[in-house]
């Protein structure tokens, strides 16, 4: 474990790459830890928002990179990967955020297509990133927080989403389990609802949803980001493997609650 001062912040000599990093909880994400000393690359299929977002950071004297990566082709992921460790010499946090929900009816209305839609973005594109990051993670001791949802703990619509999302759990407890003894962590945050632009266009079902919350409110994209900037630190160095939600008590409520009832 490297000790860290902390006027330096926790991620004062770390590099960490976020995924999804130009809207929402990735955005977040990247602004907390470069907040807490990290280098940060800002990874997006939109370039223009990634790109918006590292101006953002280096704009306060921080250390960041905007790279195009889109999570759905391992070419390009590939390339985003090799173009951060070139730039900054290596990696030691992943943060795997990109990822989203489709529009479509439940099964049997679902098509071939949605599903491997859902799962080339929310389970593969983690996948990805993992792979062409833990070759750089390893030799630095690093570690990976991915993003799922409580939509993989439990059932709040979008079948594929939520296998896909669920599918992650699965993949943490082997990463964390295989690349433990080389010191490498490896953890899942599950989000609840969080006002992102996602929602933008749904102020009814935010609202519907928001009563179904013990704390009483929606996350917020900064909730998230606390979270994982914890695990993601030398705070977290014995804790691997976890699933967390983050999700203002919505998974511990009664299914009733849990349905807004
Ligand atoms: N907002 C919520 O209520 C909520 C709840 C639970 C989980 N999540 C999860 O949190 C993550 C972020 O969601 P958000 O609400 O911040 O969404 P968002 O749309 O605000 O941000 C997602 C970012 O991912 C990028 N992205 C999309 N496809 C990509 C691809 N193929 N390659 C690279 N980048 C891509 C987008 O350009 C965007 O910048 C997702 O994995 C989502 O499933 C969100």
Redesign the pocket.
Known sequence: MRSVTTDQGRFADRVALV?????????ACARRLSAEGATVVV????EA??GAVADELTGTGARALAVA????SAESVDRAVAGAVDAFGGLDVLVS?????FSHPPLPGTSDEDWLANLE??LM?VVRVVRASLPHLLPRRGNVVS?????GLGSFGSEP?SAA?AALVNLTANLSTAHGPAGVRVNLV??????????DDQPESLAELTAAYPLGR??E?ED?AAAVAFLASDDASWISGVVLPVDGGLMAAGPLRRRGA
Do not use: E, F, Q
Not at 43 to 46: F, I, M
């Open positions: 995924t999804g990093a130009g809207n929402g909880i990735g955005r990874a997006d299929l939109d928002a990634a990566m889109d999570v759905t955020c990109a990822g989203g929900t973005l929310n594109g993003i799922g949802s409580v939509n989403y999302k599950m989000p609840g609802t969080v006002r992102t632009r996602v929602w929606a996350g994209p998230i």
